[in-house]
């Protein structure tokens, strides 16, 4: 019978310590996720003066008639749009994990905003990186 306490009292004891490291890797998840949310916020700006310089470029164009021209400019406007939409539709759809919600789910979840938000963030780059290349021209 000791026996079985001593066994039980190990096993709450383990489960509790792998509770703690579980708990340990959600919060650095969730730490990961804020600190690219946070640098893609910051790239906003980018977007928002790459859209600027490149419809000031478009108009330049359309005023030498330059249709092939005013079509690439128009692509990446879009693409500046889509990257705007999607740091914009991550932000309104993410929701940090409950502290009472199940460790391992919050760990599946928060990898899986990790990685949209890398997403956003590597299309935000592409986005602005194609705009500054015609700008430049």
Not at 29 to 34: S, Y
Not at 105 to 125: C, G, P, S, T
């Amino acid at each position: 019978m000791m026996l079985f306490v001593a066994l039980l009292l190990l096993a709450s004891g383990c489960g509790s310590a792998a509770e703690k490291a579980a708990r340990a890797q959600v919060a650095e998840l969730d730490k990961a996720v804020m600190a690219v949310h946070d640098t893609a916020m910051e790239r906003m700006q980018r977007i928002s003066k790459a859209k600027r310089e490149l419809e000031t470029y478009r108009t330049e164009l359309e005023k030498k008639k330059d249709k092939a021209g005013v079509a690439v400019c128009d692509k990446a406007l879009a693409a500046l749009k889509n990257a705007d939409n999607a740091m914009h539709e991550w932000m309104s759809s993410y929701t940090q994990p409950a502290d009472t919600a199940a460790a391992a789910n919050a760990i599946n979840y928060l990898q899986q905003q990790k990685a949209a938000i890398e997403n956003v963030q590597r299309v935000m780059d592409e986005s602005v990186a194609a705009a500054n290349a015609l700008i430049k021209k």
